[in-house]
């Protein structure tokens, strides 16, 4: 399941991160700000008509992403980890 | 003027301060060093660098440096890459910092720990600062620092960036410091290389492990919902209030700017005038005392004028930027840019320049996109500049006649009103070309904006940024001006006009012979000669057209009410189609020279500024060439 997908204001847990081959460097900016394996996010509020940009928590921060970024990240439920 | 390198106490001890953004790190710079601060550029690039002096209790001095805030060690952004190069001793003008205070945010230790490990591997002395430990603590956060530190093998201190001895901790550390022998502090290699830094992708899964094992052993492996921003942002991101919030309070913000700073540009008008006044009285008549008044004096007023709206603007920005809710606003705005291919980012750049182009192109820099930056930069002076307001404010009260429409909107209103709107407009269409015509592989741009917690602003930190935001336009811009005005007044005054002459003196002059030729060139769009000299010295700042066209007519430049004595000459003598291309002309005009020289710093080249000055050359020429020529089909020729 990718972070577009997931119900509001539930827990998962990111299990990766796939950036899109034109722009492999957005992989690494979305893990220096907390998309890392095993961390905790949530999904908080979507914009008009579920479309981004979303804002999503992870870990303790908070972040604005647009939906084609949320897209990147595959997360798994809370409880299966 | 050169601003390259500051080295005023370059013998002490070098202190980096290097942390995530919105750790409180500049809260916490400002507790350490006060008002002893000096702001200027790190040498070769933009990037804003702030140094300042703490005093030990020794009497010993030490140098401390607010690092660009960075979320890794791996630069992505300019900001970024300045953190990088200066930790590893690769700034030009610097040397190496002799220890390295890594902050973290309480509330997000998770992250911050990642940058503290990312550090350790530099091989500089570090220590690590808990920052907002009184939040944490009200949040029901227990932070065992004794164990962190153990964790780190660093020692571990506390700070509270809001209360004035929040920093007291840290000072009673440096002081107690044996500053010659650091080792001690120095846990990594220290043969730090850029290819060290860059391996930092190998690095950020086992730093993540490594994290996860630290915070579960310290039992701090659970989130802390964050409740008061949650209801908070439950209304101020609301989809329906949200964005009428944001409408309300920019409307609040632009009455403020434009009401409250007429009393203190008044003030400063008459001053100038009066300081004018002594020298003429003072000075006996000749080119010296015309330098003195019309070139330096008039060019310096033209800067310090717009000082009152700046200060009133960048008040209510940082208050906002303080609190947290302007990258708020960037988010609720996310949407609107992006469907002209810009982010939510160009925001806060766009919307310092309604003040004045210079500080929004300056602001330009928080923005990574390197292709978002270049167009933000392209149409921020697009985004009408309160220097077109004199002009604006001539011509609507000579043309356009004071009547009620509806409802109580004024006509006169309603046409500035889409004066600012078709700036508005005209920059979204340029933004929505540019991202048609550029290449797919640079559309890609992040949002990826981390949206605070709130806060409630501190005045301290507010008056310290406010200072230095004055400081800065009015150093960087201030001598430009200053230097444009000098030659525009040269070229306005010589040659003298010939005996027996019966024009105005500046027909004669450089100024007179370009604008006759241009006169040629703008005849199509329905300016008369007249007009096309005033629009050189107009060049230099765009409020100055309404005092030239003042001595074209032969007014004496120095009376106090140039434009009151020009509305009878001029609504007699223009139609208002050439009133009306005027106006159109004065929404896209090519922006005056002191923009062009700051776009010329910020972006590092000519390249951006002649692109910029020709585009908007030929939109303004095109729309008043439209606006002249239906004018006249409607027979208001």
């Known amino acids: 399941m990718n972070l577009d997908q997931v119900d509001l204001g539930s827990l998962y847990r990111v299990s990766e991160v796939n950036a899109p081959k034109g722009a492999p460097q957005i992989k690494g900016q979305l893990e220096d700000i907390g998309f890392l394996p095993g961390e905790q996010v949530a999904v908080l509020r979507k914009g008009l008509l579920g479309k981004g940009p979303y804002m999503v928590r992870v870990g303790a921060s908070t972040f604005a992403l647009r939906q084609s970024e949320a897209r990147m990240i595959v997360v798994e439920s809370y409880t299966n980890v | ?637």
């Open chain 2, 1 to 637: 003027m050169s601003e390259s390198k500051v080295h005023f106490f370059s013998s002490e001890p070098l202190v980096a301060l290097l942390g995530n953004p919105n750790c409180g790190k500049t809260a916490l710079f400002n507790l350490l060093t006060g008002s002893r601060q000096k702001v200027a550029n790190y040498s070769g690039v933009t990037v804003e660098r702030k140094e300042g002096r703490l005093t030990l209790e020794s009497g010993k001095n030490i140098r401390i440096l607010d690092l660009p805030g960075a979320y890794s060690l791996y630069p992505r952004s300019l900001d970024e890459r300045v953190t990088c190069n200066v930790l590893l001793g690769r700034a030009e003008g610097e040397k190496r910092p002799d220890l390295v205070i890594c902050v973290l945010s309480a509330m997000n230790l998770r992250r911050n720990l990642r940058l503290v490990l990312a550090a350790k591997r530099l091989g500089l002395p570090c220590i690590v600062v808990l920052n907002m430990l009184d939040i944490a603590k009200r949040q029901g956060l227990q932070i065992d620092t004794a164990a962190l530190s153990n964790e780190l093998g660093l020692p571990v201190l506390t700070s509270i960036g809001i209360q004035s001895d929040g920093a007291n901790e840290i000072k009673q550390f440096l002081s107690a410091l044996d500053w010659r022998n650091l080792n001690a502090l120095r846990t990594g290699t220290s043969d730090a290389t850029l290819e060290n830094v860059a391996s930092h992708i190998a690095h950020a899964e086992s730093d993540n492990v490594q994290v996860q094992r630290i915070l579960q052993n310290l039992k701090l492996d659970q989130i802390i919902p964050d409740h008061l921003s949650d209801r908070l942002d439950a209304v101020l991101l609301h989809p329906f209030f949200g964005p009428v919030i944001l409408v309300a309070l920019l409307f609040c913000i632009f009455q403020a700017v434009f009401s409250w700073a007429t009393v203190p540009m008044d003030l400063i008008k008459s001053a100038i005038e009066y300081l004018g006044g002594q020298i003429v009285e003072v000075l006996p008549g000749g080119w010296l005392r015309s330098l003195i008044v019309n070139g330096i004096l008039a060019g310096l007023g033209g800067v310090v004028i717009f000082l009152p709206q700046i200060l009133i603007l960048f008040f209510f920005i940082l208050l906002l930027e303080e609190s947290g809710y302007l990258p708020r606003a960037a988010y609720l705005l996310d949407r609107v840019m992006g469907s002209v291919g810009l982010s939510g980012r160009s925001f806060i750049p766009l919307l310092s320049s309604f003040a004045c182009a210079i500080p929004g192109i300056m602001a330009t820099r928080s923005i990574s996109n390197a292709r978002d930056r270049m167009v933000t930069i392209l149409i921020a002076p697009m985004m009408t500049c309160s220097a077109r307001l004199p002009v604006y404010a001539l011509l609507i009260s000579a043309f356009i006649p004071e009547q009620k429409l509806w409802a109580g909107i004024d006509l006169q209103g309603l046409v500035l009103f889409l004066l600012y709107l078709a700036g508005i407009l005209g920059a979204m269409a340029v933004a929505w070309i540019l991202q048609r015509i550029t290449s797919e592989q640079f559309r890609m741009n992040a949002l990826m904006m981390e949206l605070p917690s709130y806060h409630l602003p501190r005045l301290g930190n507010l008056a310290i940024s406010l200072w230095q935001r004055a400081e800065i336009f009015l150093r960087r811009v201030g001598g430009i001006i200053l230097l444009m005005t000098v030659g525009l007044w040269a070229l306005s005054s010589f040659p003298f006009p010939p005996e027996g002459a019966t024009g105005s003196p500046i027909q004669y002059s450089f100024a007179g012979m370009l604008g006759q030729a241009l006169a040629h060139v703008f005849s199509p769009i329905g300016f008369n000669w007249q007009i096309s000299i005033a629009l050189v010295p107009g060049m230099a700042a765009r409020e100055v057209v309404v005092s030239s066209l003042a001595t074209v007519y032969a007014l004496s430049s120095s009376s106090v009410d140039a434009a009151d004595a020009l509305i009878p000459l001029i609504s007699s003598g223009w139609s208002l189609a050439t009133a009306l291309s005027l106006l159109a002309w004065f929404v896209f005009a090519p922006q005056c020279l002191s923009t062009i020289a700051a776009v010329k710093r910020e972006t590092g080249g000519w390249k951006i500024p002649v692109i910029m000055l020709s585009y908007l050359f030929c939109l303004a020429y095109i729309a008043s060439f439209i606006t002249y020529h239906i004018a006249s089909a409607l027979g208001l020729g």
